[in-house]
């Protein structure tokens, strides 16, 4: 059965995690890390002689954490990204990690496939097996199968053979 890849808005979730984590890093480089505290350490202070807590009001708010997409969905949007030309997504989704080669062949390679099929054979884990079937640009079709594994929202590895 094959199982349709949905558009998945993981790259907005990525960058959004990302900005997360850089904006607090500017507050603590700018501040020092008492701002995420809450603490306030006087100026040229070896050790905090007197620490105060500022009000609730005040505090500036710890980055909240953001879920990461399910192992599953970071393959599909890989794979939705080829299929629609969207090779810097497709890189940053884990080609980067995966394609042994720059960035420039790996869009060079993926410009030849017209679309991939994929089918999401299992998922255990962070491990998600698949089976897709590429059609090139000159009508001819492969077939693969393989492993992708993810970690933080990104494919690490791949383990893909022609079938």
Do not use: C
């Not at 410009?111 to 090139?136: E, F, I, R």
């Not at 970690?151 to 053979?161: E, N």
Request: glycine letters at 8%; a neutral charge.
């Amino acid at each position: 059965m094959v199982k349709a890849v949905s558009v998945v808005n993981t790259v907005s979730v990525v960058k959004a995690v990302r900005m997360t984590l850089v904006r607090a890093a500017v507050v603590v480089a700018v501040t020092g890390a008492g701002a995420l505290s809450g603490v306030v350490q006087p100026a040229g202070a070896a050790a905090p002689a007197v620490t105060a807590t500022a009000p609730a009001a005040h505090r500036a708010a710890a980055p909240a954490q953001q879920p990461q997409p399910a192992p599953v969905d970071v393959v599909k949007a890989y794979f939705t990204a080829i299929n629609n030309d969207e090779f810097e997504a497709a890189w940053a989704l884990g080609g980067k990690n995966t394609s042994g080669q720059p960035y420039d062949s790996f869009v060079t390679a993926n410009q030849g496939t017209d679309q991939d099929v994929v089918t999401v054979d299992s998922v255990a884990g962070n491990k998600v097996t698949v089976t897709y079937d590429m059609t090139l640009i000159n009508g001819s079709h492969q077939r693969f199968t393989g492993t992708y594994t993810v970690q933080d929202g990104v494919i690490v590895t791949a383990d893909v053979h022609r079938v």
